[in-house]
């Protein structure tokens, strides 16, 4: 059993948004993905390890699959419904940056201490 999750060794949590309709146009041309699945979830992972004095220019990413049908007509069914089967098709597969923000027609990552920040409102001065 797995849980969705962002995992890494630091104290930086945090929130993204991204546009999903390219995501999903795109994410269907670079992997199988079934007429009858949906895209539920999509997870990234990169480690900044230096091969050869060269930074590492891949991410790796996880898409999550669920299976539509007769009683989960669309993704919100399955996610209403997910702790009946917990299943998901999972895919794994290594891209380049290019090629996973190019997934995106707008993409915002929001970071803080242990998520600190996470739904305040605040005034910026600027200094």
Known sequence: MEKFNPNTQGILRGLSSADGY???NT???IIDIEETECILGIQVYFHNRLKENKKEEH???RVLLGQLNDEYKNY???I???SE?????CVDRIITFTEYFNLFDS???TLSNEGCMNGLE???IDK
């Open 122 to 124: 605040y005034d910026c």
């Open 27 to 29: 994410l269907r041309k």
């Open 80 to 82: 209403n419904n997910i």
């Open 76 to 78: 919100e069914d399955i």
């Open 59 to 61: 991410l790796q990413i």
């Open 85 to 89: 089967t917990n299943i998901v098709r």
């Open 107 to 109: 993409f915002s990552l």
């Open 22 to 24: 390219s995501l999903n």
